[in-house]
C-alpha cells in the first residue's frame, strides 16, 4: 500500500507532529489523519508498528482534539470514527449481493486428484492453474464499499441474509474505513473474509478474563464469532480482533467519464478481475490484510499437493489458526465457466488438515433423549486439550458404535477433532486394560420417563416411545424458538428448561400464550428484559413459512427440505391433501421424507396444533405462491445453464418465478426445461440423453415468456 518513498514520508511526518503535538492545527488535519491510517496500517496489517502505543496516543488524541472544536471537519473514514460510541439494540437483517455459499470439503490427496478431475473435464484444459491459500478459522464477514467508503458490514447468516454488523466491523482495524478502489476503475464492491482473533490476543484476553473472575472463552473460533455480535461497539474493539480478505465476490466498475471509460482505470479494472491472485494483490495494495504473502499460483494438481503439505508441517508457526488450505481455479473467467451448485462452487475447494489427536479416559457415559426421541449415548471422559479446545464430552452416536469401538468404561482412548471441528472417539486401547473396566450397558427404558424403547428395524437408533416425554417435549420448543427456525433469540435452552419446569411453558403453542405476570420478579427478568422476550415472540410470528415448517420438527425435514415444501403450497394445510406420490414429485423429497411428511399431516394433534398456531397470529400463508399460480409457467420447472447474451441468470431465474415457475438445482426427470447459453457443458449432455426434457435457447425462452 505504501512504497519505500511514501513510507519514508510518513515516518518523518509521525515525527514532525509528535514534536508539535500541542501547536497541530486544522491546516493539517487531513495530513494528522493519513498519518494516523499509516501507523495503523504498520500495527494492524503489517505487524511492523513504526511508533510506540504511547506515541500513537498522543496523535489520535490531538485528532480527537481538533474535531472537537469544529466537528464539521470529521470525516466518515477518519481514525476517530472507528471508537464505538454505545449499545447496538438489535441486528438488522441485510441481504447479501451475492449468496456465501459453503465450500466442498476433502481430507486426502485422493479427493484433490478427483477434484481436479472435474475441472479438467468441465474447462476442456489438461491442465489448470490454481491459487492455494490458507483456511482460515474464524467468523465469515462479508464487506460493502461504494465510492470507496466502507458502507456496509454483514456476517455470513443463512449464506443468502446475514446480521448488518457495520458499527461493530468499524471497530477492527485492519479494516480500512475506506479504500481507494476507484484507482482500478471500481464503484461497488463486495468482499469476503474470515474475522479472527490471534493466539496472542487470545491469549492475553483469556488471561484477564481470568484475573478478573470471568469464564475464559472457549477458542479464537468462537472468540471472533461471539464478538462480532457484542451489542457494546467499544468491547468489540478491546478484544483487538482482525480480518483476512480473500474473495471479490461482487463488482461493477465506475460509470463512462464523458461517455468514455478512462483508458487508465479501465486497464487496471480489466487486470484485476482476471484472475484471483491478482484480486488479492489489490486488496493488499489497498491496505487489507489478505494472504498475499501465504498464497501461492501453481499448476497442476500435483504442486497444489505439495504446497498443501509443505503448508500444513508450519501450521503451528503461524500467528493465527488455520484448519486447512483453499485451493480456487484462478482464471476467473474459467469459475465463471465452472459455475457452482445449490451448495458450493465448483471451482473451489477447502483441503481439512489432518485431525489432531489426543489420548484420554473413558469416565461415563451420559444417555441423552433428543426431540424425536432418539436416545444418544455421550460419552464423558478425562478432559484433554485437542486442537486447541479442551474436550470433556463426545457423542457416541448410538449402541452399535460402542459395540463397533469396543468401547467400556475405563477404557483409555483415541480422540480426534475431525476436520479441527468435531471431537470423536477412534478407538479403545483394549490391551491397556487392567480388569477393572465395565461393560457399557444401553438402557432399555427412557432414562428420562421410563417408557420403553424402540428401534425400527431399519434403523440403528434406540427411541423414547412416550411423545410427550419431557426430554422430547423440552428439545422441540427449544427446536421451534432457534436461530433457523422461528429465531426467538430472548427465549434460550436455559429459559425454554425454565418456564418448563415452573408449568407455564408445556407445548409449542405455549410459546405465545405465556402468563408474563408470572415471570415479574424471576432472576434475570426484569421489566427490560420481559419486553425484549414479548417483542421477540411478535415478531415470529411474521416468520415465513419454510422457518414455521422447519420449526415443527418434522422428521427428516431439514431447512432446504423445509424451503421446497413452502414454495409447494399457498398454505400450510395443503399438505393435509397431499398423497406419499405427490411428495415424491417435489425436489429433495424420497421416499422416507414423504412417508414422514404424510404421517405428521394425518395427526389430528398436529392439525389442531398447526390451528392454534394460526389463531395465535402466525402466518401460514405462502404469499409468494399465492401470488404467482396463475402464471404461463405455472407446473413447469427450469434449469439454466451456460452464459446468456442478453439476460443475466439471476434475471432469467427471477422471471421464471415471477410467472408461476419453480427452478431445479440439477438436471433430472423432474426438469421440464434446460435454459442453454454459450459454453453449456455436461448439464446439456444429460439432459440430451434423458431424453424427456425440453431444451430451449435464450431466444426461444424469451418467446415463451411473452406468449
Excluded at 214 to 232: F, Q, V, Y
Excluded at 600 to 612: Q, R, T, Y
Excluded at 655 to 664: F, I, P, S, T
Aim: negative net charge; aromatic residues 8%.
Amino acid at each position: 500500500m505504501y512504497n519505500e518513498d511514501q513510507t519514508k514520508v510518513l515516518q518523518q511526518k509521525s515525527v514532525d507532529f509528535l514534536n508539535a503535538a500541542n501547536s497541530i492545527t486544522e491546516n493539517n488535519i487531513e495530513q494528522l489523519r493519513n498519518v494516523l491510517r499509516f501507523n495503523e496500517y504498520r500495527y494492524y496489517v503489517q505487524n511492523n508498528p513504526l511508533i510506540s502505543d504511547v506515541e500513537y496516543d498522543v496523535l489520535y488524541k490531538a485528532l480527537e482534539k481538533i474535531e472537537a472544536t469544529n466537528q464539521s471537519l470529521i470525516t466518515k473514514d477518519s481514525p476517530t470514527q472507528r471508537v464505538g460510541n454505545g449499545l447496538v439494540n438489535n441486528f438488522a437483517k441485510a441481504e447479501h449481493l451475492v449468496p456465501m455459499l459453503s465450500l466442498e470439503n476433502s481430507y486426502d490427496a485422493d479427493d484433490l486428484i478427483d477434484w481436479d478431475r472435474k475441472a479438467k473435464e468441465l474447462s476442456g484444459l489438461n491442465e489448470v492453474e490454481y491459487c492455494v491459500e490458507p483456511k482460515f478459522d474464524g467468523a465469515s464477514i462479508s464487506l460493502i464499499y461504494e465510492n470507496n467508503m466502507l458502507v456496509r458490514g454483514t456476517t455470513r447468516g443463512d449464506g443468502v441474509v446475514g446480521d448488518d454488523i457495520t458499527p461493530n466491523t468499524m471497530q477492527i482495524k485492519s479494516i480500512p474505513l475506506s479504500a481507494n478502489f476507484m484507482e482500478y476503475g471500481i464503484n461497488q464492491i463486495e468482499v469476503r473474509g474470515e474475522v479472527m482473533l490471534n493466539k496472542k490476543n487470545f491469549k492475553a484476553y483469556n488471561d484477564k478474563q481470568i484475573e478478573e473472575g470471568n469464564p475464559p472463552l472457549a477458542n479464537p473460533r468462537n472468540a471472533a464469532a461471539g464478538s462480532l455480535r457484542i451489542k457494546d461497539t467499544a468491547e468489540v474493539g478491546r478484544r483487538k480482533l482482525e480480518a483476512f480478505l480473500y474473495h471479490v465476490s461482487y463488482v461493477t466498475p465506475l460509470p463512462p467519464k464523458g461517455g468514455i471509460l478512462d483508458s487508465t482505470n479501465s486497464s487496471n479494472f480489466s487486470k484485476q478481475l482476471s484472475t484471483h491472485s491478482n484480486m488479492l494483490e489489490m486488496l493488499w495494495s489497498l491496505g487489507f490484510k489478505s494472504p498475499k504473502k501465504e498464497m501461492k499460483v501453481v499448476k497442476g494438481i500435483q504442486a497444489v499437493i505439495d504446497y498443501v503439505n509443505e503448508f500444513e508441517k508450519s501450521r503451528d508457526n503461524l500467528d493465527y489458526e488455520i484448519d486447512g488450505m483453499v485451493i480456487k481455479v484462478n482464471n476467473l473467467q474459467l469459475q465463471d465457466k465452472l459455475g457452482m451448485t445449490s451448495h458450493h462452487p465448483r471451482w473451489a475447494i477447502a483441503y481439512k488438515f489432518k485431525a489432531r489427536q489426543a489420548t484420554s479416559k473413558l469416565i461415563g457415559i451420559e444417555f441423552q433423549v433428543g426431540r424425536t426421541g432418539a436416545v444418544t449415548p455421550v460419552a464423558k471422559i478425562e478432559a484433554v486439550a485437542v486442537g486447541g479446545v479442551t474436550v470433556s464430552s463426545i457423542s457416541i452416536h448410538n449402541e452399535e458404535y460402542i459395540i463397533e469401538k469396543d468401547l467400556q468404561l475405563g477404557d483409555s482412548i483415541l480422540i480426534e477433532r475431525s476436520g479441527d471441528v468435531i471431537p470423536q472417539i477412534v478407538k479403545s486401547f483394549a490391551e491397556l486394560r487392567r480388569g477393572t473396566e465395565q461393560k457399557i450397558i444401553f438402557p432399555t427404558h427412557c432414562p428420562v420417563c421410563e417408557h420403553i424403547l424402540i428401534k425400527p428395524a431399519e434403523e440403528a437408533v434406540w427411541r423414547c416411545s412416550n411423545m410427550n416425554c419431557k426430554a422430547q417435549v423440552v428439545e422441540r420448543i427449544i427446536h421451534f424458538v432457534s436461530k433457523d427456525a422461528l429465531d426467538i433469540r430472548s427465549f434460550g435452552d436455559a429459559n425454554v428448561r425454565k418456564f418448563y419446569d415452573m408449568g407455564i411453558l408445556q407445548t409449542l403453542t405455549d410459546v405465545y400464550q405465556l402468563p408474563w405476570d408470572k415471570l415479574k420478579g424471576l432472576e434475570g427478568f426484569g421489566e427490560k428484559s420481559i419486553a425484549n422476550l414479548q417483542t421477540a415472540i411478535e415478531n415470529s410470528k411474521t416468520q415465513p413459512l419454510n422457518r414455521i415448517i422447519y420449526g415443527l420438527g418434522i422428521r427428516y425435514v431439514g431447512e432446504t427440505t423445509a424451503k421446497t415444501l413452502a414454495n409447494a403450497v399457498s398454505h400450510l394445510k395443503d399438505f393435509t391433501t397431499y398423497t406419499e406420490e405427490e411428495l415424491k414429485q417435489l425436489d429433495d423429497v424420497g421416499i422416507k421424507v414423504a412417508k414422514s411428511i404424510c404421517a405428521f399431516f394425518s395427526s389430528a394433534e398436529n392439525i389442531e396444533l398447526i390451528d392454534k398456531l394460526e389463531q395465535l397470529g402466525l402466518h401460514l400463508k405462502n404469499e409468494k405462491k399465492t401470488t404467482t399460480t396463475n402464471g404461463n409457467l405455472t407446473g413447469f420447472t427450469f434449469l439454466f445453464t451456460g452464459t446468456l447474451s442478453r439476460l443475466k441468470r439471476s434475471d432469467g431465474e427471477a422471471m421464471v418465478e415471477a410467472n408461476g415457475g419453480k427452478l431445479l438445482s440439477g438436471v433430472s426427470s423432474k426438469l421440464s426445461y434446460l435454459v442453454v447459453g454459450e459454453d453449456a457443458g455436461s448439464k446439456l449432455e444429460k439432459a440430451k440423453k434423458l431424453g424427456t426434457i425440453t431444451i430451449l435457447n435464450e431466444e426461444e425462452f424469451l418467446k415463451m415468456l411473452s406468449s
